[in-house]
Nanobody, 119 residues
Framework: QVQLVESGGGLVQPGGSLRLSCAAS????????MSWYRQAPGKERELVAI????????TYPGSVKGRFTISRDNVKNTVYLQMNSLKPEDTAVYYC????????????WGQGTQVTVSS
């Protein structure tokens, strides 16, 4: 059974840090580009970090660049998101995503983990 299971979310004060994990099962992430998305209430889901299958290239939007770091451990079949200097506007449900170019294209989503930044 293919699964992506996120963990590590929670409540943190502004300026604090959290590390999210995404453990994959049922497939190997080694040939997948892995990413993290987030969705705040009333807003569209947005990409916050992506890493290529080799881990050689990472990309971030301006809103999190310099504060968030995505990494992957293909041996542990796990992806991480280190989030530093958190702001209240980072509050959202964070989702892990895997995609492999085809044919056929394959894509998987996790169930999400809540991150709340508040004093």
């Amino acid at each position: 059974q293919v699964q992506l299971v996120e963990s590590g979310g929670g409540l943190v004060q502004p300026g604090g840090s959290l590390r999210l994990s995404c453990a994959a099962s049922g497939f190997s992430i080694s040939i997948y580009a892995m990413s993290w998305y987030r969705q705040a209430p009333g807003k569209e889901r947005e990409l916050v970090a992506i890493v290529t299958s080799s881990g050689g290239t990472t990309t971030y939007p301006g809103s999190v660049k310099g504060r968030f770091t995505i990494s992957r451990d293909n041996v542990k079949n796990t992806v991480y998101l280190q989030m530093n200097s958190l702001k209240p506007e980072d509050t959202a449900v964070y989702y892990c995503h895997a995609v492999r170019s085809g044919p056929p294209i394959r894509t998987y989503w996790g169930q999400g983990t809540q991150v709340t930044v508040s004093s």
